[in-house]
């Protein structure tokens, strides 16, 4: 008889990282229910593309999560995440402070608007967005903010929304016109003018200076 193969397993990804004290306050609030047996915290993104990251956190019965949701147990406690989410969620952080509550730290950036009659794949997109990546972005960095490049027409008019500290921001306007908008004509040759397209209404915890 041939010995047996060695099993391997294989690490399953925990998506977001859940710090011990929120790990600590989301046991507490899922025992306070009745059913809490049965119940895991699912996260979801519910903003719009291209819109700054708006998380939902509710308690919901796991075995309930539907087919195409992601489950994983993070030291016993279940956390379900929408499909759509994941890799928008990758590399996230899930905090707690007395102070400051639930927080998450997400280091990755919105996805684009779709807009019917923009351009985003050719090689006049691929100067856009390595001069946002690599001077525009940076300098909005220190506000706490970023811009994402959406496409662009064939007029010279390039679309984007601004996200971060800058969505919401009284001088966020002031800041794309003046700043974006000048070093994207500057650098890009065939652009000629920037189209804030960031509804600016709903930003919350703005920057001021």
């Keep these: 008889m041939s010995p047996l193969a060695p099993q391997t397993t294989t690490e399953v990804s925990t998506i977001i990282?859940?710090?011990?004290?929120?790990?600590?306050?989301?046991?507490?609030?899922?025992?306070?229910?009745?059913?809490?047996?049965?119940?895991?915290?699912?996260?979801?993104?519910?903003?719009?593309p291209g819109e700054d990251f708006k998380y939902d956190l509710s308690l919901d019965e796991f075995r309930k999560a539907a087919f195409t949701d992601e489950v994983r147990t993070h030291s016993g406690m279940k956390v379900i995440i929408p499909a759509k989410d994941v890799e928008l969620l990758e590399g996230a952080i899930l905090d707690y402070s007395s102070?400051?509550?639930?927080?998450?730290?997400?280091?990755?950036?919105?996805?684009?608007?779709?807009?019917?009659?923009?351009?985003?794949?050719?090689?006049?997109?691929?100067?856009?967005?390595?001069?946002?990546?690599?001077?525009?972005?940076?300098?909005?960095?220190?506000?706490?903010?970023?811009?994402?490049f959406a496409g662009h027409d064939e007029a010279g008019t390039a679309y984007l929304t601004m996200g971060g500290g800058c969505h919401g921001c009284s001088m966020s306007k002031v800041t794309m016109l003046e700043g974006v908008q000048t070093t994207l004509v500057e650098k890009v040759e065939g652009i000629q003018r920037v189209r804030d397209m960031t509804d600016h209404q709903s930003g919350e915890n703005p920057f001021y200076r």
């Design 17 to 48: 990282t859940i710090t011990d004290d929120a790990l600590a306050e989301l046991v507490k609030l899922r025992d306070s229910e009745e059913d809490a047996a049965s119940l895991g915290l699912r996260l979801e993104i519910v903003s719009g």
């Design 99 to 148: 102070t400051g509550g639930l927080v998450i730290r997400n280091p990755n950036k919105p996805s684009v608007p779709m807009i019917e009659g923009l351009v985003n794949d050719d090689a006049l997109s691929a100067e856009i967005e390595a001069i946002i990546a690599t001077e525009v972005n940076p300098a909005l960095a220190a506000h706490g903010g970023f811009v994402t």
